[in-house]
């Protein structure tokens, strides 16, 4: 069964600094990798995607993420954080074949953004 | 742009009643899902239901938990006797289809207090 692992809880940046959520996942072959973001008080809002081809995804809101099998890592980055990009974010991974194709989440990074 | 919508947004409800969570997927949307999140953990899947029964359920949802499709445009989920533990931020999804995982749209969830 396919697993996902955000190791941070909390982290702070100051808005126009750069960032990076770090994502790590465990599944046998191929998967299908997601960042979703969750402002407060609404629903999960898909940034981005990762299914095949090249290995550096671009999403909304200036997001990418960058596929790394050797590492099994899907690290979501931003250039420079604006304080409305302050929610939390979600890393999930679903089976490409077999397995579930429904997406197991992390337990979420919380981006705190000071001014 | 399409919306999966839930009501209540809130809900508080004491310890041993039955509630029930409402979600009206997208309207040509066929599967469904419930997912929760308890505070400070991550979101779990609970179950999807496709052509008016269970298609997949997690060891989370026992025999306290009920889905159903009462009608042609909403999905529920009813938990029949709350516990504490109950206390958690429940979602709905809806997608086109059972591998259609870019599709997977989320609703802004219903946060359920059980005292």
């Known amino acids: 069964a396919q697993s996902v692992t955000q190791p941070d809880i909390h982290i702070t940046v100051s808005e126009g600094a750069s960032l990076e959520l770090r994502c790590n996942y465990s599944y046998g072959a191929t998967p299908y990798l997601f960042w979703y973001v969750q402002s407060p008080g609404q629903g999960l809002q898909l940034l981005l995607k990762?299914?095949?081809?090249?290995?550096l995804v671009q999403g909304i809101k200036g997001f990418e993420a960058e596929f790394k099998r050797s590492q099994s890592s899907f690290n979501l980055r931003k250039p420079s954080v604006h304080w409305s990009d302050a929610a939390e974010y979600f890393c999930?991974?679903?089976?490409?074949?077999?397995?579930?194709?429904?997406?197991?989440f992390g337990r979420g990074t919380s981006l705190i953004v000071h001014p | 742009e399409p919306e999966v919508t839930q009501t209540p947004s809130h809900q508080v409800t004491q310890m041993g009643q039955e509630v029930i969570l409402r979600c009206v997927p997208i309207?040509?949307?066929?599967?469904f899902y419930w997912y929760r999140q308890i505070l400070g953990q991550k979101v779990e899947f609970l179950v999807s239901f496709y052509n008016n029964e269970i298609s997949e359920k997690s060891e989370i949802f026992d025999d306290q938990f009920s889905v159903e499709r009462p009608d042609g445009s909403n999905f529920t989920l009813k938990i029949r006797s709350t516990k504490l533990e109950d206390s958690a931020m429940y979602f709905c999804a809806s997608s086109e289809g059972r591998g259609d995982v870019e599709g997977y749209t989320f609703g802004s969830g219903t946060r359920l207090t059980v005292v």
């Open positions: 990762y299914f095949s081809g090249d290995t």
């Open positions: 999930a991974v679903a089976a490409a074949s077999g397995g579930s194709y429904i997406p197991t």
């Open positions: 309207s040509n949307h066929l599967y």
